[in-house]
Structures are given as structure tokens and as C-alpha cells.
């Protein structure tokens, strides 16, 4: 089994940026991708960025330029930097992860980012 806990969130205006944070507790695997998803009132999970042990990230398109995932792997920590926020990135964000051997997909329990126009 595996916990994260996810930390950061907020409100904040338009233009600002918020940092989030993950911490991946419990049986971690080295090989393993941690990252970032979203979820909007009235829409789907998505994807924002996500990074593997060696550093491969993959970000998605609303997420390049202003974003940045970085990760601790001695501390099994993920963080998702957000710059240039906009109303539309209002959502709840919550951190995943996955081992690269092993189909289970974890969730942390959501932040929520709330950003005004």
C-alpha cells in the first residue's frame, strides 16, 4: 500500500503562483512515476505533468511554460510549481502514483486550487 498526501493549495489571483506538494509514503518502489492530475466541477481527470525515477517528465499542453514537476526520490516527494495561473486552472489537483511493474495506481486525497479572475 501506498499514501500520499498532497499540501498546497489555495486561492490566489489571477497571474500568481502556487507550489504543491506530494509525499508518497508506505511500500515505495524505486521505479516508480509520480505527478499531477486535475479535476475541474462538471469535467474529467486530467492529466497536468508527471515525472519517473530517472526524471522523464511529461507535461501536458495547458501545463508547458508554466509549470514545473520536480521530485525527490530519496524522500519519495513530488512538487508541481505553478506559474502564470489562470481562472481556468481552478480545479482540484491531485497527486498520483504508479510503479512501473505493478498496475495499481494511487491517489492522494486532492488539494484544491481555487484561482480568481
Known amino acids: 500500500q501506498v499514501q500520499l498526501v498532497e499540501s498546497g493549495g489555495g486561492l490566489v489571483q489571477a497571474g500568481g503562483s502556487l507550489r504543491l506538494s506530494c509525499a508518497a509514503s508506505g511500500r515505495i518502489f524505486s521505479i516508480n512515476t509520480m505527478g499531477w492530475y486535475r479535476q475541474a466541477p462538471g469535467k474529467q481527470r486530467e492529466l497536468v505533468a508527471t515525472?519517473?525515477?530517472?526524471?522523464?517528465?511529461n507535461y501536458v499542453d495547458f501545463a508547458k511554460g508554466r509549470s514545473t514537476i520536480s521530485r525527490d526520490n530519496a524522500k519519495a516527494t513530488a512538487s508541481l510549481q505553478m506559474n502564470s495561473l489562470k481562472p481556468e486552472d481552478t480545479a482540484v489537483y491531485y497527486c498520483?502514483?504508479?510503479?512501473?511493474?505493478?498496475?495499481?495506481?494511487?491517489w492522494g486525497q486532492g488539494t484544491q486550487v481555487t484561482v480568481s479572475s
Open positions: 515525472m519517473d525515477s530517472y526524471g522523464i517528465t
Open positions: 498520483y502514483y504508479k510503479e512501473r511493474t505493478r498496475p495499481r495506481e494511487y
